[in-house]
Structure formats: structure tokens, C-alpha cells
């Protein structure tokens, strides 16, 4: 099996994810594991219990030693391996302080959460076993871990789940855990269109935000959008009726302009002097030249 060849090959292991998620730029990574991890599990000859339970718990410590800032490390275990005692839990148990998340499949037959309701009926009740993990697993810290559902391949264990189902599943967990670690499904390739993510991602984002205060208490069902108030009307203002601009009343052309002119003085002209009389300077008398007297 390739988990048992990487038995005892942990650092290598680490550095070729390390490698993977920087060349791809993944968001870090998730360990989904679904083997053995006790001896003799299930009825098997499997004798390499103590060996695999190493394996995860170095990887998940050196993954989280080794990836960058930012990045994230979580496990997908099945439900049935997340039953408190089991070797997988105790592993978890020890190594919650290196993880992100824990992403439990809780659509592998021992919980049925998308037939008997999130509190269980015929199965073991789906909000129990998240709970237990919360409390006993990651200090009362529900953001920890996200609820998993499976849209269309796991009719084997008649677990399949419709958007609605997981609507009202999420719901019924929201208003135990208000703030919680959201949901997650298998697999990206039966969300035809993003109908189902879209119609559950409504819900999960009720609670968006909560674990960094940003959303301290959301609303556990939508909120219905407020009808819009009608504005009143307003009345027209009257404008001001503009009162007339008085005209200069027009002057007949044969009226003196308003503004008197001054009379002109009359300019004296010389009185004429009359034809015969002398000029006006007097002229000389001739003096009578003496005639001599005949001898």
C-alpha cells in the first residue's frame, strides 16, 4: 500500500509537500487519510498500527514546522475514525495544535445527518460527535472543525446530500455553534454549475468572519430585506411672479430733450458804418496852398 511504503520515510515526505505547495501555490495542505491505524483493524492482518500513527503525527508537526506562514495544514478523517478512543482521534487529539481544521466526512454511514437531521435517529447523532471534538479535541473551539457533506458519489451509504439538506443541516448547527468552521464537499466535479456550493455558501456565510470578531453574532436564518419607505411627494414651489420693469416713457421728437440746454448768448457783431460817412479815423484838413500875388 503507498502509505505503508512512506512509513518511516516521514521527513521526505514533508519536504515533497512542502515543494508541491510552493511550486503550485497551494493554500498549504490537507492529509485525508483513509487506512489502518491499529493493528488488526476492521478484521485486517494489519500489524503496522504504531508505524502509522507516527507517520501522521510527524507529517502534521512538520508540515506545520516546515510550510510558510499563512498556510494551512488540516485532516479529512471518516467519522467512524473521529469516534472518541480510536488510535486516529488520540492522534489528533495530540497534534490539534499544529492544525487549521479538522474536516470529519461525515457522510461515511455512522452518522446520517442528511436523513436522520443533525441530532441523528437510526445513526449516531452527527452533532455529538462534532461536539466531542470540539470540547474534547481543540479547547471549545468550534471554528476548528467543518462540517463535510457528499453531493453525489456516496449512495453506497445512502449519505448523499442535496443543497437543502445541507442548508438545513448547517442551520440546525448554527444555532448550537453560531460561530463555526463552515462546511465543506465532496467533490468540486458534481457541483454542477456551483448550485449546490452557492446555495450552502449562502448559509455559511451567515457566519463569515465570526472567529475574528468581524461578525460577533449573525443571524441564524436570512434576514428579510426591509421594504423600501415611499418619499413623500414634494409640492412644487411656487416662483415669484416677476414684477414689470417700469420704461423710460419715450419724449416727442418736437420736445426740447429732457436736460435743458443752455441759451446760446448772442455773439455782437460791429455795428456797419454807413457808405458816406468818413472812415472812422478822422483824415487831416488840407491846408490851402497860398497863390502869389500878380505884379
Not at 43 to 58: E, I, M, P, T, V
Not at 139 to 151: A, L, M, Q
Not at 217 to 242: A, K, R, V
Not at 263 to 272: A, F, G, N, Q, S
Amino acid at each position: 500500500d503507498c502509505w505503508e511504503y512512506c512509513y518511516g520515510k516521514e521527513d521526505f515526505v514533508i519536504q515533497q509537500l512542502v515543494d508541491i505547495s510552493r511550486d503550485q501555490g497551494f493554500d498549504g495542505v490537507d492529509i485525508d487519510y483513509e487506512y489502518y491505524y491499529e493493528n488488526g483493524q476492521r478484521g485486517s492482518s494489519f500489524a503496522k498500527g504504531a508505524q502509522a500513527q507516527k507517520f501522521l503525527k510527524d507529517v502534521t508537526v512538520g508540515l506545520r514546522q516546515s510550510l510558510p506562514s499563512g498556510k494551512e495544514v488540516s485532516h479529512a478523517p471518516m467519522d467512524i475514525d473521529m469516534k472518541k478512543g480510536t488510535g486516529y482521534y488520540n492522534v489528533i487529539k495530540e497534534v490539534a495544535s499544529s492544525m487549521d481544521f479538522l474536516m470529519p466526512q461525515y457522510y461515511n454511514g455512522v452518522t446520517r445527518p442528511n436523513t436522520d437531521g443533525i441530532n441523528g435517529g437510526v445513526h449516531e447523532s452527527a452533532l455529538q460527535h462534532f461536539k466531542t471534538l470540539v470540547t474534547d479535541c481543540f479547547g471549545n473551539d468550534p471554528t476548528k472543525v467543518v462540517f463535510g457533506f457528499c453531493i453525489s458519489d456516496c449512495g453506497g451509504t445512502n449519505s448523499n446530500s442535496n443543497a437543502q439538506q445541507a442548508v438545513s443541516v448547517m442551520n440546525d448547527l448554527n444555532k448550537e455553534y453560531p460561530c463555526n468552521g463552515g462546511a465543506f464537499f465532496w467533490v468540486a466535479l458534481h457541483d454542477t454549475n456551483g448550485a449546490w456550493s452557492r446555495t450552502v455558501g449562502n448559509t455559511v456565510s451567515q457566519t463569515r468572519g465570526c472567529s475574528s470578531g468581524s461578525n460577533p453574532n449573525p443571524p441564524s436564518t436570512p434576514m428579510p430585506t426591509p421594504m423600501p419607505t415611499p418619499m413623500p411627494t414634494p409640492l412644487p414651489t411656487p416662483m415669484p411672479t416677476p414684477m414689470p420693469t417700469p420704461m423710460p416713457t419715450p419724449q416727442p421728437a418736437n420736445e426740447p430733450d429732457a436736460t435743458p440746454m443752455p441759451t446760446p448768448m448772442p455773439t455782437p457783431m460791429p455795428t456797419p458804418q454807413p457808405a458816406n460817412e468818413p472812415d472812422a479815423t478822422p483824415m487831416p484838413t488840407p491846408m490851402p496852398t497860398p497863390m502869389p500875388t500878380p505884379q
